[in-house]
């Protein structure tokens, strides 16, 4: 164990105590709505967590990336759904994976797939689970779902002797619209109802839905009841970050990353400082304004996680601007200041980041790796 | 040799003839106005870039990170000025990389930093070589040209016995937001006049200045004479971007860097095709609005490089958008086919890739690393 005193700026840390009660958190509340949660790891790409979330009663998990499948496939992990649509340059990956004996599910609106990944599932002797994507109202990917495409492309699916039907499949992205509980709740009975109904349509066209799968963090934190749902797959929720406090999906108490970061210029003219953590350390997301219409790039803390009121609020590669008005904390953040960036999109910042230090308070307790790349 | 046919997506593309050329114009440009060039690898954080503009004829590189001076001090590249202001954390590196040979050179603009900084430098037995940044109109970092700070400055750091004054640095990050060649030249001028006048002033002051260096990729492409600079330090340049373009420091053919992504999802009806090339792989810089006013992540070529005159409009971590109102286009960007997408800030895509494949034309030739992190 060592401090944050002695590491190298900027350094992306974890607070592990927060991180096993979110997973802890989240299992247990999907589990009392009735439905499975498979956790997305695209957010934390971490195998550590991936256990956390193991222990905390997943039952799978969700990828964006092949490259996340193979490193968590790696380390035992063998019930995956790759959920970006699958085009043909990733068929023989997902085949040769399924060879090896990795459950990877795939997912895809568009009937010209089924037939190639079909074949290419033949070819490989596997049987490949597939889902159809369903827009659900967050409008980027998916079939309507109340449109003729759905059942074809169900239909078509089943037809191949090499794929088989797993169920529909939404993310209500649109969630990161809401403000506040009241309106969580209204996009989350929608994804959910939106869902439910098109399983139903299609059971009724002849078409059996094996399961219904829907998540977004929002969401899984504000919907009220999941009858009909069967999984869940949330992912921000391990490590939350400001926007999803702006949303209402948490508060700044359950945020788990931050970016450790030095000053590297105090200007007393301008009233600013800049840190040695810029757009690429703390990624260019600027995510949701805040509750006060400012669009920033993270909450500025001090080394021991107290707000102190200021925001990064632009960035150059390196470099991060933060604006201090008040004068003593001004002369407390002369160069070489240490202070902590509570990120905006934990997401984003994360994969700027070939590992987390994972932190118990202040002390360090472990390095975790982030599986980059694709 | 393989073809880009074959590439996993999204990959990062960098076009080798279209550097060699700019890494030559460059040289050749700066030399023919009597200056040195000692380019900014931050860009690139390639060795063989670097070795490019080696045999163009620089003298020395500048780094923003210390793993990019680690890196390229382990391939022989000895003379190095690391260009984001010291503080306490990074001075034990220094100290220690100057002791193993390297001539690591600093900036500062604070008066307290040459104290510690000269102690850790006496501790190692080295002299470090210490610039003072200088505000020539960003106001990013740096002191002001005309007040007291900039000759105290230099008087501390002359004081230390293991530091050297090394000159006056200073860049003009405000050239980006210039808009075409005589508001280029302007800012350019600018830069080098404020910064001329700042040496002499010195100088009168009973303090001469080794070297003045100055430098950002518009104002050195666009900069009519360099009398009383020593030194540039562009880095852009040598693989441009579309922020570029829209400046006017280069045509959109000069754009080495662009992002090979498949389309994972098309709608006919809303008129948008989905990349398979999100907020990670393109980073979310939006750039500078472009001539008509449309901010975005890049534009979209087709895999031989011809514009298809579509930008990426939106993004999330693994998905781009891109509004598709031409029939014919659509039809063609069906699923699985591929694009490139030129991007839009070539310093920050570069950092989200561990690798370049190396292209000349749609011919994959090589691979090089990118030396990320901290």
């Known amino acids: 164990m060592s401090d944050l005193g002695a590491l190298t700026t900027p350094s992306l840390l974890v607070d592990r105590t927060r991180v096993e009660r979110n997973v802890a ?5 999907i589990a009392g709505l009735g439905a499975t949660l498979r956790p997305h790891v695209k957010t934390h ?4 967590v991936g256990r956390l979330q193991a222990a905390a009663g ?32 990733k068929f023989e ?21 089924p037939g190639p990944l079909g074949e290419a599932a033949r070819q490989a002797g596997v049987t490949v689970d597939t889902w159809v994507k369903v827009d659900c109202g967050y409008h980027r990917c998916g ?11 169900a239909r078509r699916i089943g037809e191949r002797t090499h794929l088989r039907f797993a169920g529909i499949l939404a993310h209500a992205g649109h969630s990161y619209q809401a403000r506040g509980p009241t309106e969580i709740l209204a996009v989350a009975r929608s994804e959910r109802d939106v869902m439910v109904a098109a399983a139903a349509h299609l059971a009724s066209a002849g078409v059996p839905v094996p399961a219904v799968s829907i998540g977004s963090t929002p969401t899984a934190m504000g919907v009220d009841h999941l009858t009909g749902v069967h999984e869940v797959r949330a992912g921000n929720y391990a490590f939350f970050d400001v926007m999803q406090v702006t949303i209402g999906s948490c508060t700044a108490d359950d945020c ?31 995510g949701i304004a805040d509750a006060d219409g400012v669009t920033h790039y993270g909450r500025v ?47 984003l910042t994360a994969a700027q980041h070939a ?8 002390a360090i307790v472990g390095r975790w790796v982030n599986h980059r790349g694709w």
């Open 58 to 89: 997943m039952r799978g998990i969700t990828v964006s990336t092949l490259a996340e499948a193979r490193a968590f496939a790696a380390h035992g992990f063998d019930d995956i759904t790759y959920a970006v649509p699958i085009e043909r340059g």
């Open 301 to 347: 803390l001090d080394v021991e996680g107290r707000d102190l009121g200021l925001r990064v609020t632009s960035l150059s590669q390196e470099h991060g601007v933060v604006h201090v008005r008040d004068d003593a904390l001004l002369t407390r953040l002369g160069v070489g200041a240490r202070v902590r960036v509570l990120v905006n999109h934990s997401c």
């Open 25 to 29: 958190r989240m299992g247990a509340r």
């Open 45 to 48: 790409k971490s195998i550590e």
């Open 256 to 286: 788990a990353l931050s970016v450790l970061a030095a000053v590297v210029h105090r200007d007393p003219k301008r009233g600013t400082v800049i840190l040695d953590a810029g757009g690429i350390a703390l990624s260019k997301d600027a």
């Open 355 to 362: 590992e987390y230090v994972v932190c118990e308070g202040t």
């Open 143 to 153: 079939v309507d779902p109340e449109g003729p495409s759905l059942a074809e492309l």
């Open 93 to 113: 990956a997902v085949a040769q994976m399924n060879a090896a004996g990795v459950r990877l599910a795939v997912i895809t609106d568009d009937v010209t797939v």
